[in-house]
């Protein structure tokens, strides 16, 4: 508990991937090809049955004594005997939430694609099925032991729809509270999402009680953009500020693509959210949707059952954590939607709030009402993840 006493619940964190984490629990058949650390033209890289994924690397800044290292020397050098013990040991994360005064916190990945969208780039289907298995049932025996203050989300395997619904059946008897999904499924072959064969994996999250994420970057297109964005003569930490910044901006893009699809007039219980992406924009899109949507395709809104921006209040979360709005945040939260707004540290990557996650908020966060504070803290999150 904070030291106000509320309930605090960090939306959006990260796992540093040990090298074990899949061949640890593979078959002897399988160990060989399962996702494992070699090197690759003296490149530590994740390597799945003989294909490169992508860099293997602790994939944060904080260091394991606390401090912070700058991005690019920390990212691109560090070995695992430098970051923070809390970035991939569960118990020493349990004492990092202590510290912190968070209650609960939500876990994504990091090197093995943001969305898990890198472990569907082998053509071979009992492969992919066991080594998605493999990763969400460690996820879902860290949760039990933490007694639900760990809650490391489910990945699906957008290649496969099929597989994508048994699996949300399967994690959420396991005690999953969402599911984390690549934004960009015809990526890997299947159809995007607004085509209604994902209508049964829709059904099933919301029948399950679900809430199916988005994560900033995650998917092959997401990351394809972000090594774009900046201009080839800036400098490499430069680089990863340009990324980093439209990469947020860059969720505008799954939020517009949601909204506009009918996936919630199909499915209007379903519950998404835009991690990490900050809230800022949101007003902006909402606004512009209604707009562009009036001017350019006004035989289409008239079949939506709603407004474009009227979708985000009741199907829409997105993830809070560095943004000062120059003393207007009260203004922005009542656009956006109290309701609709979670708190986050991003720990251990490099836009963190770590080490004082509360204290970096503390003051802004006054300038809304209690009730709003305690609901963007913590409260929207128990009733989402059902704490």
């Known amino acids: 508990m904070s030291k106000d006493g509320l309930f605090i619940v960090d939306a959006d964190s990260h796992w540093s991937e040990r090298a074990d984490l899949f061949t640890s629990r593979a078959p002897a058949a399988y160990k060989d090809r399962v996702p494992q650390p070699r090197d690759v033209n003296g490149v530590p890289t994740w390597v799945m049955d003989g294909h490169a994924m992508g860099r293997f690397s602790p994939g944060g800044v904080v260091a394991r004594d606390g401090s912070k290292e700058e991005a690019d020397k920390a990212l691109h050098h560090w070995t695992f005997d430098q970051i923070h013990l809390g970035a991939h040991d569960p118990k020493v994360r349990i004492g990092v939430l202590d510290d912190l005064g968070i209650d609960a916190q939500i876990i994504f990945p990091s090197t093995i694609g943001l969305g898990g969208q890198d472990l569907g780039s082998v053509d071979d289907a009992a492969l992919t099925r066991l080594t998605i298995q493999i990763y969400n049932d460690e996820m879902a025996e860290i949760q039990e032991q933490s007694g639900n203050r760990l809650l490391p989300l489910p990945l699906m395997p957008a290649w496969d729809i ?125 606004e512009t949707l209604d707009y562009e949507m009036s001017e350019n395709a006004p035989r289409q809104l008239a079949g939506m059952k709603k407004l474009p921006s009227e979708y985000f209040r009741s199907n829409i979360y997105a993830t809070f954590w560095f943004e000062k709005n120059q003393g207007k945040l009260a203004a922005l939260v009542e656009a956006v939607g109290e309701d609709r707004i979670l708190f986050e540290t991003d720990f251990p990557h490099p836009t963190c709030l770590y080490p004082a996650p509360l204290e970096a908020v503390e003051e802004k966060l006054n300038t809304i009402s209690p009730e709003a504070k305690a609901k963007i803290l913590g409260e929207n999150a128990r009733k989402l993840y059902r704490l």
């Not at 099933?204 to 009680?209: G, R």
């Not at 201009?231 to 340009?242: E, R, Y």
């Open 162 to 286: 099929d597989f994508c619904v048994s699996e949300a059946r399967r994690v959420a008897a396991l005690g999953a509270r969402g599911v984390n999904m690549t934004s960009d499924p015809q990526d890997l072959g299947s159809p995007d999402l607004g085509d209604p064969a994902w209508d049964p994996f829709w059904e099933a999250c919301t029948e399950l009680h679900l809430p199916v994420h988005f994560h900033i970057g995650a998917s092959v297109t997401g990351m394809t953009f972000y090594g774009k964005y900046p201009w080839p003569s800036h400098d490499a930490n430069t680089k990863l500020a340009i990324g980093g910044t439209l990469l947020f901006i860059g969720n505008a893009r799954v939020v517009t693509n949601l909204i506009l699809s009918g996936i919630f007039d199909r499915h209007p219980g379903l519950q998404t959210v835009s991690v990490e992406s900050g809230v800022g924009w949101i007003p902006f899109i909402l």
